[in-house]
Nanobody, 126 residues
């Protein structure tokens, strides 16, 4: 069974930065796509960033492109989301997710992912 654990969230002022971590156990993240999503109160869960199965391609939503960076450390079986130039509208619970299918493409659609973490809260004050 794959388990994902997010960490690194917190309260930060607008313009600040955080690094979110998604640590996996039970299976390697290598060879599987990983996505980061977020969900604000009263809103649907939305895709923010994705990393291809081989780690060579990254994908971002328009709202975070240029501010967020997704990366992977295979030695730690961990995927990171570096978030910078934070805005109050970035406030949300951030989730990482991975697919049960190896060598699969990154999906922007949450139901395509099979395994999810519990989420980490990011709150940006103005």
């Amino acid at each position: 069974q794959v388990q994902l654990v997010e960490s690194g969230g917190g309260l930060v002022q607008a313009g600040g930065s955080l690094r979110l971590s998604c640590s996996a156990s039970g299976r390697t993240l290598n060879n599987y796509p990983v996505g980061w999503f977020r969900q604000a109160p009263g809103k649907e869960r939305e895709f923010v960033a994705g990393l291809s199965w081989n780690g060579r391609s990254t994908y971002y939503s328009d709202s975070v492109r240029g501010r967020f960076t997704i990366s992977r450390d295979n030695t730690k079986n961990t995927v990171y989301l570096q978030i910078a130039s934070l805005k109050p509208e970035d406030t949300a619970v951030y989730y990482c997710a991975t697919d049960a299918r190896p060598y699969h493409g990154v999906s922007y659609y949450a139901p395509e992912y099979d395994y999810w973490g519990q989420g980490t809260q990011v709150t940006v004050s103005s």
